[in-house]
C-alpha cells in the first residue's frame, strides 16, 4: 500500500492526457456525424424547409467531438472534421429525402433506406433530382465548421 500524499493539484480527469488521438477523434467526429444527421433530417423533414443554421450546426457538433476527444492540432484532424460535417449533412438530407418518399408510398422508413442501400445509382439520382444552388452553400458552411472546430485549443 502507497502512504503517499495526494497532491491537491491531482486529477483524475481521464481527459488530463492532452495527446493527440485520431482514432478518438474519428469516432467521436463519426458519432456526431450522425447525431446531427439525424436532427439535420428530422428538422428538415418536419419543417418541410432546409434551414441554413443547421449545416453550421452539424459542423460544429462534429468538430467540438473532434476537439475534445481528439485532441489534435494538425491539419488531418481540419479535414476529417470537414469531412465528416459534408458527410453528415448529406446523410441528413437522405433522412429527409427518405422520410418523405416513406410517407409518400405509405411504408416504413427502413423499406426505404434498404432500397436506396440496394439502387445506390437510383439514390444518387435522387440527389441530383432534388438539388438546389443553396445546397452548396449549406455544404460549404458545414464544411468550414467541421474543419474550423476540430483543432485542439493550445
Not at 9 to 16: G, N
Not at 136 to 146: C, E
Request: hydrophobic share 55%.
Amino acid at each position: 500500500m502507497n502512504n503517499q500524499p495526494v497532491s491537491p493539484t491531482a486529477s483524475t480527469d481521464p481527459f488530463e492526457n492532452k495527446s493527440p488521438n485520431l482514432l478518438l477523434g474519428l469516432i467521436a467526429g463519426g458519432v456526431a456525424m450522425l447525431v446531427g444527421a439525424v436532427i439535420w433530417g428530422a428538422v428538415t423533414y418536419f419543417t418541410k424547409y432546409q434551414i441554413g443554421w443547421m449545416s453550421i450546426g452539424v459542423g460544429f457538433l462534429v468538430g467540438i467531438a473532434i476537439q475534445k476527444f481528439g485532441r489534435g492540432n494538425s491539419i488531418l484532424f481540419g479535414i476529417m472534421g470537414a469531412a465528416l460535417a459534408l458527410i453528415g449533412c448529406l446523410l441528413g438530407n437522405l433522412f429527409f429525402y427518405g422520410g418523405v418518399i416513406a410517407e409518400m408510398r405509405g411504408v416504413t422508413l427502413f423499406n426505404v433506406f434498404l432500397s436506396m442501400i440496394l439502387d445506390p445509382v437510383g439514390t444518387v439520382d435522387l440527389f441530383f433530382a432534388a438539388f438546389e444552388f443553396m445546397d452548396l452553400v449549406f455544404y460549404a458552411l458545414a464544411i468550414y465548421a467541421g474543419f474550423r472546430y476540430s483543432f485542439a485549443s493550445k
